[in-house]
Structure formats: C-alpha cells, structure tokens
C-alpha cells in the first residue's frame, strides 16, 4: 500500500437549510424526530459555527480556501489535495454542484484527480421513486465502500427545498429523513475507518414561518449552523468545544465561523494548513 492510499477517508457533507434556533413553534428541525442526529450530537464533537457572508458562493470560496476575504484566495483544500496526488469526488444536484466544485476549488475546471458526479433528477424509470438526496446519499456511501477516494464532498438540499417554498409539514418530513441519511453515511464512514465533517450550509428550516403572520418566510436566516465530526478517534470527545447542554446545539454560542473548516479539512488528513488560511483548525 502507497502512502497516498494509506491517507485518512475524510467525508464533508454540507445540509442545505439546517440551521440552530431555539425557537419551536416555527422550527421545522425542533418539531422533527431527530434521534440518529442526536446521537451523533450527544456521541461525537459537536458544535455551531457561523456562515461569513450569508451568500451561498462566497460561503463556499471561505469553506474551500480558509479565507476570509476574497482578495487573499489563493489555495484551496482541493488543490492541495489535488497537488498531493489525493483522490476526489464531489457529488451534488445540479444546483448546488457549482458551488462544491467551482466556487469550493477556486477555479472552473475540474482538478487531474478528481471526479465530479452530478445527480440528477431523472435518468430512468425507477428515478420516478428516489428523492435527489435518496440518490446522493446512495452515490456518497458508494463512493465511500469503494475505497477509490481520499476525499468525499457531497451536499443535500431537501430541507432547504422544501422550507424556502414554505412547505412546513414537508420540511419537518425531510428534516427527519436527513437525520436517518446522516446516521446512514456516517456509519459507513467509521466502517472504513475514516472521519467525516457535516455542516449546515445556512439556516431556513429553523424559522420556516412569520410568527406573528404566519406567512411563510420563504428566505435564508443568519442563525449559526451544526458542525459535527465524526469519527473512531473522535467518538467520546469534546476537543475543547463548548458542550451543549442535553445536546442542544441552540444552547451555545457559535465556536467559529466558515473559515475554519478548511484548516480542519487539512489538519485531519495531517497536512501543513498554509499560512495564508486565517482560519484556524478545531481539532
């Protein structure tokens, strides 16, 4: 076995619309049966960090270069990855792909040694019965069991679907869903010994609806977002992260903001984060 295959299987997995609120009446993720969530929550290092722009193309250009502000983006955690000879796939609906690919890797072409699956809505008859994010958490578990990749960068968008047509019932549904799909894809994670990074790319579900008006809110909030790691090294841990009270995620403060995944990325995967990166590393 080479040294790059030898690398640890890092997994991060971005959740359109999952933000953290305390409020109830109107949060579609506190009114959901979350078990396998909270088991992650209450298991692994779990906190909530805050988005740097709001705006979901700058938000991933920090995601991807640990930068803050655009005039320093030189690198990006798939270039060094990319230069490094490490694998990569990034599996994403139509359109959010641009923004895991493009806007994350600082650049428009794809990278020597990655790959880019785009999944769409319907490709066969027996499309008609799977959901998009049914067909990325199949494709992302595959390409984890299949031992091709070093990195993994996928994104569902359901919960922020639904919740931005002010559909409620059907937010709280695929809130639920996504929690049993999370559980899903980590388990095969830690079956090949790996680490995965979810993360709430910005908050909806968390305030789907005026409360005084009970008109639907159909827009992004600025509420902070989860971030959890998971993993066999993790598993038990806090890594210096503020503990939220019965696993509450509303009940602290946010521990950061976006540019700090990518120092993150690197340091898992036991790279040298480039002096550049003003984010800094949480484990």
């Known amino acids: 076995m080479d040294e790059l295959s030898k690398k640890k299987l890092l997994v991060f997995l971005t959740v359109n619309g999952w933000g953290v609120d ?122 984890i069991k299949s031992n091709k990749y070093n990195f993994i960068f996928s994104n569902l968008n359901q919960i922020a679907e639904s919740a931005l047509n002010g559909n409620f019932e059907e937010t709280i549904l695929n809130v639920e869903k996504t929690s049993t799909a999370l559980k899903k894809i980590s388990q095969a994670v830690l079956e090949e010994n790996g680490v995965m990074i979810i993360l709430g790319s910005f908050g909806v579900a968390e305030n789907v609806f005026n409360l005084n008006t009970r008109i639907p809110n159909l827009r992004k909030t600025k509420n902070p977002v989860p971030l959890l790691i998971i993993g066999k090294d993790f598993q038990g841990k806090t890594i210096g992260l503020e503990e939220a009270p019965n696993n509450d995620l509303s009940l602290i403060k946010s521990q950061g903001d976006f540019s700090d995944i990518a120092p993150t990325i690197l340091k898992i995967m036991d790279f040298k984060i480039p002096p550049e990166m003003t984010g800094e590393s949480f484990v």
Do not use: H, M
Not at 71 to 95: C, T, Y
Not at 97 to 125: A, G, H, T, Y
């Open 22 to 143: 305390s409020t109830v009446e109107n949060n579609a993720i506190r009114k959901a049966k979350i078990d396998d969530f909270k088991y992650l929550v209450s298991n692994y290092p779990s906190t909530v960090i805050s988005p740097c722009y709001f705006e979901n193309s700058l938000d991933y250009e920090v995601l991807g270069s640990g930068v803050k502000d655009s005039s320093f983006l030189k690198n990006s955690v798939s270039k060094i990855l990319n230069q490094s000879g490490l694998s990569q796939i990034k599996i994403a609906d139509s359109e959010n792909f641009p923004l895991i690919s493009c806007f994350f890797n600082q650049q428009e072409d794809r990278l020597d040694n990655e790959e880019w699956l785009i999944v769409r809505e319907k490709n066969n008859f027996w499309d008609l019965f799977f959901s998009l994010d049914e067909k990325i958490v199949k494709k992302t578990i595959s390409a």
